[in-house]
């Protein structure tokens, strides 16, 4: 079977979940088909560079890219917003890389065409033209919920409107990709299920995210202070919007319970202004440069998300380190978790405050939970298995 994966952004490096989940695919795929061939944009938040990847995944991959300048253009976007297209999605067009596909296509023949997220597919028409193969979409989230979630959240009018026709114009794209694809594999059975809602033609699979779960290591030790942290992009509007939450209404709730528990915040981007001297033990270590490190020296990951889709990289990757994780439930979308046993829920500042008062009273067993996070994620994860499920699915399409 040839694949030709084309990618939205590198596999490498690792900068977040996205680039995480490519990376993981394209290996399991390596694993078990020998090679693949990849495409992927490069951006300016996203650079492609050769260093990054090692010479065997080169070989057999024979990886290229082109560059497509996606920053925001306010002109376009406003036209966007008066001809009701989706700015969000044609920004990911560019004449290079269509032609870089094009030229891949003459030359090689392809079984299957994956589509690494709703913003590679303004390239569909392009590849109908040039390839008989068949073209399946890996849904990382549905994009419009996000964005719909957001408008509902937002205190500014304005703002609501507009996140409101931002949404509504990506539903209305994603219902017309239905038509010019032949299957979906959804990243969790919440998103199937949703896609199941808008009535989906095509077929669908639930191929969850993937790590390499021999290279995580148990490790729910605890420190002698209790140290909360969150780590995620945050140029990624709905993590600026879980940390703002985190520091504005909830570590306050979690300082009155434990008040020498200290909170740690990873990610690139970290913006200063969300900072204040109030707050009180929280340490802001901004870009890190092991994110595998940061995980396994704090304790208890808080994921406190209002507004997003799809399956949270950094949840899969905390609970195969053993972590005791507290999140929302729109957080946990999509992990099938068992609430109490492997992961905790939490939805409001209440539940917040009332989780911090276990902890203080020593009610929760971080350890077990802990191992049944880890357990989890071994039997459901595993990036190799999950490739497996991805072929099948291939299979079934050709």
Not at 140 to 147: A, F
Request: with cysteine; charged share 25%; proline share 4%.
């Amino acid at each position: 079977m040839r694949v030709l994966q084309i990618c939205h952004k590198p596999p490498l490096p690792s900068v977040d979940g996205g680039c995480i989940a490519i990376n993981n695919i394209s290996k399991g795929l390596i694993n078990q088909l020998g090679s693949i061939k990849i495409l992927t944009i490069g951006t300016l938040k996203h650079p492609f560079n050769m260093k990054h990847y090692e010479d065997n995944f080169i070989n057999r991959t024979s990886i290229e890219s082109a560059f497509v300048d996606t920053k925001l253009n306010i002109v376009d976007a406003f036209s966007n917003l008066v001809t009701y297209d989706s700015y969000n999605i044609s920004r990911f067009f560019s004449p290079d890389f269509n032609a870089l596909i094009i030229k891949t296509l003459k030359a090689n023949s392809f079984d299957i065409i994956l589509l690494e997220s709703l913003f590679t597919t303004p390239y569909i028409d392009t590849i109908r033209n040039y390839s008989s193969g068949k073209i399946v979409l890996r849904s990382h989230n549905l994009e419009y919920i996000i964005w719909k979630r957001l408008s509902k959240e937002s205190i500014n009018p304005a703002k609501k409107v507009y996140l409101k026709l931002l949404s509504s114009q990506l539903k209305k794209y994603e219902l017309e990709i239905f038509d010019k694809i032949d299957g979906i594999a959804t990243i969790s059975n919440m998103d199937k299920k949703k896609y199941l809602e808008l009535q989906c033609p095509v077929k669908l699979r639930t191929i969850p995210f993937g790590i390499d779960t021999s290279k995580y290591e148990l490790n729910n030790k605890t420190n002698k202070k209790l140290k909360f942290f969150h780590i995620g992009a945050m140029d990624w509007k709905p993590n600026l919007e879980a940390v703002s939450w985190l520091l504005k209404d909830i570590w306050p709730k979690i300082q009155e319970e434990i008040p020498n528990a200290e909170l740690h915040l990873a990610g690139k981007n970290m913006p200063d202004w969300i900072f204040n001297k109030n707050n009180v033990n929280v340490f802001n270590h901004k870009e890190v440069k092991n994110s595998s490190n940061f995980i396994s020296k704090n304790d208890i990951m808080i994921v406190p998300l209002l507004s997003a889709g799809g399956i949270r990289v950094k949840i899969i990757e905390g609970m195969a380190y053993g972590k005791t994780i507290i999140s929302t439930s729109i957080g946990a979308e999509g992990l099938d978790y068992k609430n109490l046993e492997n992961i905790i829920i939490a939805d409001t500042v209440k539940d917040f405050s009332r989780v911090a008062a276990n902890f203080a009273n020593n009610n929760y067993d971080t350890s077990t939970i802990g191992r049944n996070a880890r357990n989890h994620i071994v039997k459901n994860y595993d990036y190799n298995e999950i490739s497996k499920k991805l072929i099948l699915f291939f299979e079934s399409i050709l």
